[in-house]
């Protein structure tokens, strides 16, 4: 079995990738071929080598990275959202929903609706009033998001500048 440039053969590269999948390293080496018989005490073996451990380490970390790049996108299309929503997509002029509660998710603009209220007035009649999202403060978690808005620290007090063998003729 050839040897990669990570110090591994291809049947180990199988394991950690398989590994990832449900970390059971006896299943993992199964699957990665190894025998029914062998793999327990080859599983063993193979997560006690510290090329092993790094290579699943470097996966669960791209593994992560993804995720992060995923949770991130995430973020953000719920603040657009929310930033830029047109009302009228939501609500016609009775105040009255236009789209089910199914379509309202299906495009997204649930997340723009933050409470219903349901009350019965003086006549047995429902009504149902809606709370929807500020779109000034979604722009402003927007902007802190991408860092237009920076947080600013303000620090006071004394410093106190303290050197030893200080040559003032060299200054």
Same mark, same amino acid.
């Given at each position: 079995m050839?040897?990669?440039?990570?110090?591994?053969?291809?049947k180990?590269?199988?394991?950690?990738?398989?590994?990832?999948?449900?970390?059971?390293?006896?299943?993992?080496a199964?699957?990665?071929?190894?025998?029914?018989?062998t793999?327990?005490?080859?599983?063993a073996?193979?997560?006690?080598?510290?090329?092993?451990?790094a290579?699943?380490?470097?996966?669960?970390?791209?593994?992560l990275?993804q995720?992060?790049?995923a949770?991130?996108?995430?973020?953000?299309?719920?603040?657009?959202k !929310?930033?830029?929503?047109d009302?009228? @997509?939501?609500?016609?002029l009775?105040g009255? %929903? $236009? /789209?089910?509660?199914?379509?309202?998710?299906e495009k997204?603009?649930?997340?723009?609706?933050d409470?219903?209220?349901?009350?019965i007035?003086?006549?047995?009649e429902?009504?149902?009033?809606?709370q929807?999202?500020d779109?000034d403060?979604?722009?402003?978690?927007?902007? !802190?998001?991408?860092q237009?808005i920076? @947080?600013?620290?303000?620090?006071?007090?004394? %410093? $106190? /500048?303290?050197?030893?063998?200080l040559?003032l003729?060299?200054?």
């Amino acid at each position: 079995m050839a040897k990669g440039d990570k110090g591994l053969d291809d049947k180990q590269a199988a394991f950690c990738r398989e590994y990832l999948t449900d970390f059971n390293a006896t299943q993992a080496a199964i699957r990665a071929g190894y025998s029914k018989k062998t793999a327990n005490p080859q599983a063993a073996r193979l997560l006690s080598k510290v090329s092993v451990q790094a290579e699943i380490s470097k996966q669960v970390e791209f593994l992560l990275e993804q995720s992060k790049v995923a949770l991130k996108k995430h973020i953000f299309d719920f603040w657009m959202k !929310r930033a830029f929503y047109d009302i009228t @997509e939501i609500i016609d002029l009775n105040g009255k %929903l $236009k /789209l089910s509660e199914k379509k309202l998710r299906e495009k997204g603009l649930h997340v723009c609706i933050d409470s219903v209220n349901k009350k019965i007035n003086a006549q047995g009649e429902t009504i149902i009033t809606y709370q929807f999202a500020d779109k000034d403060k979604a722009v402003e978690m927007l902007q !802190r998001y991408i860092q237009m808005i920076r @947080e600013q620290v303000e620090i006071s007090g004394e %410093l $106190k /500048l303290v050197c030893d063998n200080l040559d003032l003729k060299a200054i």
